[in-house]
C-alpha cells in the first residue's frame, strides 16, 4: 500500500512524516529546484516563503490555540517550529534555513518516503494528498479544475523583504519590544512626522509591478503596504508602523520620559545568527528599484542592504465548500484528500495542521476505520467548518480566529474581559482535542 503527497510544502511534508511514521510507504513529489514557484528560494521540503513568523503564542490568541492543538495531534513540523525559534516576544518565530533543512533530512532519511523530485501534471493515482499550495504550478490546476469542475479562485498575497543586520544604522534604530514586555527583540527605525510624509509621499506615488491575469483580490491579513497606505495617510502609524511604546531609551525617552516617535518601523529576526531581519508588515509589489529608494528613507536604514525583495503573487484555492467533506476527502473521490492552502485555509500553522489532519484521515481510510469529522469547539474543527460550509457569499480563506469558533454562553463578568473569554474558549478546545486524540487515534 502507498499514498502520493503532492507537494512537499508545510502542509505535505507534515503529511508525509505522519503517514511514514505510521509505516505507510509514501511517494512525495515535489517539482522544486526543477520547477520553482517564484516565491520560494530553496529545494528544500517545508520552507517558510514569507515571514519567519508563525504569529501569536499568547494565550489569547485564536493561532496561539491552534498551534497547540498541533502539537497535541502530534505535529512533526510544529514541534520542529520550536526547537528552531528565534526571539521575537510572544511570537513563534524560526530560523527558516534551520528549520527546513531538519525537516528535509527527516524526509530524505526517513525509510518509508520515496522523493520524486517531478512536477505533477495530472491527479495523481490514488490514494492521494494533493498539497501543492498557493502556487500550484498551471498545469496541475488546470487538471484540478477538469476533475473539480469548478472555477479556481485568485487572490495575492505579497512578501516584505529582508535586509542584513549590518547594514542598519544603529545610531538611529534601536532594539525594543513594545511597552518593554518581555525581551527587547525588535529593531526599531523611529520616524518624527517630517520623515514620516516624506516616506509617506515615495510609498504613495512609487511605481508598482503591473499583476497581469485577474483583478487583485488581497487576503486582509496580508495587505501590500502601498495598499493600506492608500486608505488613508494615518492608517500605517494605526497599523504596521503604530509607535505607541517603543521607547528608544538611549535619547528621546532620557529628555522626555514619554516621548512618542510619530511612526516605527520594526524588524523582526530572520535567521538564528541574527544576520538577517524582516521588515514587519511591509509586504509589497513595488518595483525593486522603488523599494529600495522607500526603505532608504527609513532612518537607520538609509544603507540597507536588502538580500529578499518584496514580491507579489497569485493565490490559488479549490471550491472547498463544493469539493471537500470536513475530513478533507473529496466527496466525489474517496481515496483523494486535500490539504494546505489549496483547501482555502490561510496561513503557515494552518497549512501545517491541515496536513497532518489529512494525513491521519488518510491512514484511518486505508485501515478501514470511520474518518473523524471535529467538532468547532476547538479551532481546527472550526476552520474545516469554515471551509467546508456550503452556503457561503463569496468563499474566501480564512486562518484561526475567534469568530468561527463554537460560541458558548459566557457570564456577564467574563463576556467583558477578552482574556478571560479566550482562555475559556483555548481550554475547552484543548480538552476537546486531547480526548480525540486519545480516544479515536489508530
Ligand atoms: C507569496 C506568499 C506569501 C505568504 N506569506 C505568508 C506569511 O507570511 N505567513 C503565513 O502564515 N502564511 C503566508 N502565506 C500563506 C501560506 O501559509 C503559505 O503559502 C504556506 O507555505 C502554504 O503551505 P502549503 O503546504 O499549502 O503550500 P507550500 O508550502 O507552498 O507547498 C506546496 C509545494 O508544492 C509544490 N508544488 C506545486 N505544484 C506542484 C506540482 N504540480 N507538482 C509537484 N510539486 C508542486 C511547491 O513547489 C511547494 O513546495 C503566503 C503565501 C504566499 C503565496
Known amino acids: 500500500m502507498k499514498v502520493i503527497i503532492a507537494g512537499g510544502g508545510l502542509a505535505g511534508a ?8 505510521n509505516k505507510i510507504n509514501v511517494e512525495l513529489y515535489e517539482m522544486r529546484p526543477f520547477k520553482t514557484t517564484g516565491a520560494h528560494t530553496s529545494k528544500d521540503f517545508a520552507e517558510f516563503v514569507c515571514s519567519n513568523s508563525l504569529g501569536s503564542i499568547a494565550t489569547s490568541s485564536a493561532s496561539s490555540l491552534l498551534k497547540k492543538e ?9 514541534k520542529e517550529a520550536y526547537k528552531n525559534r528565534v526571539p521575537s516576544g510572544k511570537s513563534l518565530s524560526v530560523d527558516r534555513v534551520g528549520f527546513s533543512k531538519k525537516i528535509t533530512k527527516l524526509i530524505e532519511n526517513h525509510p518509508y518516503i520515496k522523493i520524486k523530485r517531478e512536477e505533477i501534471t495530472k491527479i495523481p493515482e490514488t490514494p492521494a494528498i494533493i498539497a501543492t499550495g498557493p502556487l500550484t504550478s498551471n498545469t496541475l490546476c488546470n487538471e484540478i ?4 469542475g469548478e472555477e479556481n479562485f485568485h487572490f495575492f498575497d505579497a512578501i516584505a523583504p529582508i535586509i542584513k543586520k549590518e547594514s542598519i544604522n544603529f545610531e538611529k534604530a534601536f532594539y525594543a519590544s513594545r511597552w ?4 527587547a527583540d525588535f529593531i526599531n527605525c523611529p520616524m518624527e512626522k517630517e520623515e514620516y510624509e516624506n516616506f509617506y509621499n515615495i510609498l504613495t506615488t512609487a511605481e508598482k509591478i503591473p499583476l497581469k491575469t485577474f483583478e487583485a483580490r488581497y487576503f486582509e491579513g496580508c495587505m501590500p503596504i502601498e495598499v493600506l497606505a492608500s486608505r488613508g495617510k494615518d492608517t500605517l502609524r494605526f497599523g504596521p508602523m503604530k509607535p505607541v511604546g517603543l521607547f528608544d531609551k538611549r535619547t528621546k525617552q532620557k529628555e522626555h520620559k514619554n516621548y512618542q516617535f510619530y511612526a516605527v518601523v520594526q524588524l523582526r529576526q530572520d535567521d538564528k545568527e541574527a544576520d538577517l531581519y524582516n521588515l514587519v508588515g511591509f509586504q509589497t509589489n513595488l518595483k525593486w528599484g522603488e523599494q529600495k529608494k522607500l526603505l532608504n528613507t527609513i532612518p537607520g536604514l538609509e544603507n540597507a542592504q536588502i538580500v529578499r525583495y518584496g514580491v507579489m503573487h497569485a493565490n490559488t484555492f479549490i471550491n472547498s465548500p463544493k469539493i471537500l467533506n470536513k475530513t478533507l476527502q473529496s466527496k466525489n473521490n474517496p481515496d483523494l484528500f486535500f490539504a494546505g492552502q489549496i483547501t482555502g485555509v490561510e496561513g503557515y500553522n494552518e497549512s501545517i495542521i491541515t496536513g497532518l489532519f489529512a494525513a491521519i484521515n488518510m491512514l484511518r481510510y486505508l485501515k478501514g ?10 479551532m481546527l474543527g472550526a476552520l474545516l467548518d469554515y471551509i467546508t460550509f456550503e452556503n457561503h457569499k463569496s468563499f474566501q ?3 484561526a480566529n ?13 463576556r467583558k474581559n477578552k482574556e478571560d473569554k479566550s482562555a475559556i474558549l483555548s481550554k475547552i478546545a484543548l480538552k476537546y482535542i486531547k480526548e480525540i486524540k486519545d480516544g479515536y487515534f489508530c
Request: net charge positive; charged share 30%; aromatic share 6%.
Open 369 to 378: 476505520k470511520k474518518l473523524i469529522e471535529l467538532s468547532s469547539k476547538c
Open 14 to 21: 507534515e503529511a508525509a512524516l505522519y503517514l511514514a511514521n
Open 145 to 148: 479544475k477538469k476533475l473539480t
Open 402 to 414: 475567534w469568530g468561527i469558533i463554537k460560541k458558548i454562553e459566557f457570564d456577564k463578568q467574563t
Open 70 to 78: 498541533a502539537l497535541i495531534l502530534g505535529s512533526n513540523l510544529m
Open 180 to 183: 518593554d514586555k518581555g525581551e
Open 397 to 399: 480563506p480564512v486562518n
